[in-house]
Nanobody, 122 residues
């Protein structure tokens, strides 16, 4: 089992940047594909980005391609989401998730963090 804790959220103006972190404890994060999802008020949780266990394969939602970058440091048991050129539409609670495969489906992930709030003002 693995426990996930996100950090790094906050309030930022449109066009700004934030870096989210997801610290894993318990089992090593290197055993899992790691992903980021987000959930805005009144909306379903949606896929943002994913990275394979080795870090060799990444995939992004079309809405964030070219602006967000997922990375992982297995030695630190941490996954990151660098978010640049943020837009008000990016406002949401961001969750990291761990699973056996890096797919863009909520149901595929066994472990979830509590989330960190990102608010982008216009």
């Amino acid at each position: 089992q693995v426990q996930l804790v996100e950090s790094g959220g906050g309030l930022v103006q449109a066009g700004g940047s934030l870096r989210l972190s997801c610290a894993a404890s318990g089992r090593s994060a290197s055993r899992y594909a790691m992903s980021w999802f987000r959930q805005a008020p009144g909306k379903e949780r949606e896929f943002v980005a994913t990275m394979s266990r080795s870090g060799g394969v990444t995939n992004y939602a079309d809405s964030v391609k070219g602006r967000f970058t997922i990375s992982r440091d297995n030695a630190k048991n941490t996954v990151y989401l660098q978010m640049n050129n943020l837009e008000p539409e990016d406002t949401a609670v961001y969750h990291c998730a761990a699973g056996s495969t890096s797919v863009p489906r909520v149901a595929a992930y066994d472990y979830w963090g509590q989330g960190t709030q990102v608010t982008v003002s216009s």
